[in-house]
DNA sequence: CAGTGGTCTAGACCACCCA
DNA sequence: GGGTGGTCTAGACCACTGG
């Protein structure tokens, strides 16, 4: 165990974060950092108990956390064993658009329109599952093909989950790269509209007159709670929404 | 609490099932028998500990796991809730219009507009990648939701799978039950459009102006050939396609 | 203030796997 | 048989909410 570190105990301590999240964060960590590799075994519960200064039922919770999320696999009778590399969230991420972009042989550039704290008005309360007035972070991007409007990407963030939301550089590294990584999402919920745009949209959309936009709706969930509301809106002449799958 | 069952607690009794499991089906149930609906309080967690006869911690894992699912929501210092049903219809899967409709608590009917036999155009052609003029069934449907025409259905069926389609009733029994019972789909593509519609399709759909309407063509394949090309067209102000899912 | 959920512990029993 | 994870308990402290 290359840290023999534990954990604060003395109640007098301060401990904003959990204690199973410290364990979690503690295996992450030595997975990013290359400490342990795919399919390497990782100590037992009653190991880390040792290590880490925590009881089983936490070390547990961690270990059972980290196997729903795909980061680590475990056998009765055998071990935990860190899981191979896998792309999950992104195989079910409808779309990234400027991999689409790209991948299709034209440019993309991204252009940052409005990043700021907001109040939650009613409707943003209901999709949170807060009470109106809660801060929230929100930003609008515009995504260009070949200089060309494809789409408007306008996101609303939980700024727990994501405190420094405000200060990215959204430009370069899209949103949902930063979101994927503070908080990978437990559940996904899309809604596809048919929509006139408004005036808003269109300015930005480049639209002279008001043709049919396909909006997606998607909120993301952690612990049960509303992580992102995105709204992705783009001209219905330029953009369609599809895939193929095996049932 | 409507039952004072207990859960099995000697240990001698067989207890296949864990008990976090248990309890989790006992919420659950509740919820689809609609003894508890959206938005409802739940028991706090001391009174589902005395009702059920199982610890606190047993309970809390069934509700920490009910909350990651969607099933609940929670709020500390408040107390637990029914979470808002999530959206009808599934992207990834095929979804009947009748069934969404009808369990929706709404009055489902379906108005066969056309069937016949017909020759595939260039177009058609490509899309099943056979030859132009091969033969193909086509038919046209309008879904009415309360005397409200919701969707027009257009589909072209491969005469080889289904050469009786003709002679169905399409009203009673809809094309797509038809389809997955002679020959259930190996391939599915779904590709969803932002559409203008055409004076046909607003004839159908009863649109007295040109709103945007939300169009899902969907191809199915069996063996590698392509059994069926159909077209879901429904007014954006009527209708939205969504599903919530957990990677 | 009392009630709620959020977390944590120490110990326990079990099913399972492997040597 | 010894080590593993899977589960469960009784009790505890805390932060948060509402009246």
Redesign the pocket.
């Known amino acids: 165990m290359p840290s023999d570190r534990r954990?604060a105990?003395d109640?007098?301590t301060?401990?904003p974060?959990?204690?199973?999240?410290?364990?979690k964060r503690y295996i992450t960590d030595r997975i990013a950092d290359g400490v342990w590799h795919e399919g390497d075994?990782?100590?037992?519960?009653?190991?880390?108990?040792d290590a880490l200064?925590?009881?089983?039922?936490?070390?547990?919770?961690?270990?059972?956390e980290l196997?729903g999320e795909g980061v680590i696999t475990?056998?009765?009778?055998?071990?935990?064993f860190v899981a191979p590399a896998a792309p999950r969230a992104e195989l079910l991420e409808l779309h990234d658009i400027a991999d689409e972009i790209t991948r299709s042989g034209h440019t993309h550039r991204a252009r940052v329109l409005m990043v700021s704290s907001v109040r939650a008005d009613m409707a943003l309360a209901a999709a949170f599952d807060v009470?109106p007035g809660t801060k929230l972070f929100h930003s609008v991007i515009v995504h260009d093909e070949d200089e060309t409007p494809l789409q408007v990407e306008e996101r609303y963030v939980a700024p727990h989950f994501l405190p420094d939301y405000l200060d990215l550089d959204l430009a370069t590294v899209p949103p949902h790269r930063h979101l994927s990584r503070a908080a990978p999402a437990e559940q996904i919920e899309h809604v596809i509209f048919a929509v006139t745009p408004c005036e808003r949209l269109r300015a930005w959309l480049d639209l002279p007159t008001p043709e049919p936009c396909l909006q997606l709706m998607r909120r993301t969930w952690v612990?049960?709670r509303v992580v992102m509301r995105g709204t992705f809106t783009s001209p219905g002449s330029r953009y369609s929404i599809g895939g193929r799958y095996i049932p």
Not at 41 to 49: F, G, I, N, Q, T
Not at 53 to 64: D, P, Y
């Open positions: 954990f105990t109640p007098s301060v401990r974060v959990a204690r199973y999240e410290q364990v075994r990782l100590p037992s519960e009653m190991d880390l108990v200064g925590v009881s089983r039922m936490t070390v547990n919770r961690a270990l059972r196997t475990r056998a009765q009778g055998v071990g935990s009470r612990n049960g």
